[in-house]
Nanobody, 128 residues
Framework: QLQVVESGGGLVQPGGSLRLSCIAS????????IGWFRQAPGKEREGVAF????????TYADSVKGRFTVSRDNDKNTVFLRMNNLKPEDTAVYYC?????????????????????WGKGTPVTVSS
């Protein structure tokens, strides 16, 4: 079982950048894929990015492709979400989650359904 905790959220101006961290505790972090999700006020939670346990396979939502980058450091039990060129519509609470799933070739639905351990989220506000 894993516990994951997000950090790094805050207030940023449009066009700015933030780096979110997802730090895991427990056994077997290196065997888990990690997903980043977000939920804006009044909207459903949506998947943003996923990274395989090895860090090799990654996939992104169309809305963030080219702006967000997910990476991981298994030695430090940490996954990062680098967010560049932020837009007001990126405003949301961002969550990370862990699940044992093969990212390569998986459908978005399969990735979402495989997530088992969730953090409590970190808020991101993009506003001038």
């Amino acid at each position: 079982q894993l516990q994951v905790v997000e950090s790094g959220g805050g207030l940023v101006q449009p066009g700015g950048s933030l780096r979110l961290s997802c730090i895991a505790s427990g056994i077997g972090f290196e065997y888990y894929a990690i997903g980043w999700f977000r939920q804006a006020p009044g909207k459903e939670r949506e998947g943003v990015a996923f990274i395989a346990s090895t860090g090799v396979s990654k996939t992104y939502a169309d809305s963030v492709k080219g702006r967000f980058t997910v990476s991981r450091d298994n030695d430090k039990n940490t996954v990062f979400l680098r967010m560049n060129n932020l837009k007001p519509e990126d405003t949301a609470v961002y969550y990370c989650a862990a699940g044992q799933v093969i990212v390569y070739g998986a459908t978005w639905s399969e990735l979402l359904g495989a997530m088992r351990y969730w953090g409590k989220g970190t808020p991101v506000t993009v506003s001038s």
